[in-house]
T-cell receptor, first 114, second 115 residues
Framework: DTAVSQTPKYLVTQMGNDKSIKCEQN?????MYWYKQDSKKFLKIMFS???????INETVPNRFSPKSPDKAHLNLHINSLELGDSAVYFCASSHSAGGTGELFFGEGSRLTVL | AQSVTQPDIHITVSEGASLELRCNYSYGATPYLFWYVQSPGQGLQLLLK??????LVQGIKGFEAEFKRSQSSFNLRKPSVHWSDAAEYFC?????????????FGKGTHLIIQP
């Protein structure tokens, strides 16, 4: 019944490794997002996808590669992890055209790079 | 570009006291405005939102917020806080009509409740 679900909730890994986070929404929304929350709780958008098409690609290292197989799923793959990648990554979804802009968030995936 | 300022990083309030969290926004027109709450280890939950009409909006958990165009503000209020209100609060602004641009968030205010 969870509206926006992301897995895993916790990742602990070594520098240089590759990891993926998966996100699924069952709200029928057409737009999905990845936000990064740093240690100071600041939330910054990374990517947005509308109907599987990349819309927003903020200044993010190209080690981060999102992929949207369909409009209900948005995954995030991170290559060659660095210490600075440690953060909580939130997936979110919304209606786009004519929507209110309200975002529905997953519970977050806490990534710790050692 | 739109932006949001939450001037208070931390606020401490006694249980039962009233609360006001400040939010100022920068946007070219009347924006969509939101307040979200994040409890420790949790995702963000929507408290309330403003799109148009009555400038005083009611939300969940007894919260309300008032949109003041002249001050570019959207302050969050609660008449009497409970210990369970301790959390991080985020104000956010979005473009009218939705779209896929997402929301721009303030840096958050950490609310501490004293017994």
């Amino acid at each position: 019944d969870t509206a926006v679900s992301q897995t895993p909730k916790y990742l602990v890994t070594q520098m240089g490794n590759d990891k993926s986070i998966k996100c699924e929404q069952n709200l029928g929304h057409d737009t999905m997002y990845w936000y990064k929350q740093d240690s100071k709780k600041f939330l910054k958008i990374m990517f947005s996808y509308n109907n599987k098409e990349l819309i927003i690609n903020e200044t993010v290292p190209n080690r981060f590669s999102p992929k949207s197989p369909d409009k209900a799923h948005l995954n995030l793959h991170i290559n060659s992890l660095e210490l600075g990648d440690s953060a909580v990554y939130f997936c979110a979804s919304s209606h786009s055209a004519g929507g209110t802009g309200e975002l529905f968030f997953g519970e977050g995936s806490r990534l710790t790079v050692l | 570009a739109q932006s949001v300022t939450q001037p208070d990083i931390h606020i401490t309030v006694s249980e039962g006291a009233s609360l006001e969290l400040r939010c100022n926004y920068s946007y070219g027109a009347t924006p969509y405005l939101f307040w979200y709450v994040q409890s420790p280890g949790q995702g963000l939950q929507l408290l309330l939102k403003y799109f148009s009409g009555d400038t005083l909006v009611q939300g969940i958990k007894g919260f309300e917020a008032e949109f003041k165009r002249s001050q570019s503000s959207f302050n969050l209020r609660k008449p009497s806080v409970h210990w369970s209100d301790a959390a991080e609060y985020f104000c956010a602004v979005g473009a009218r009509g939705g779209g896929a641009d997402g929301l721009t968030f303030g840096k958050g205010t950490h609310l501490i409740i004293q017994p």
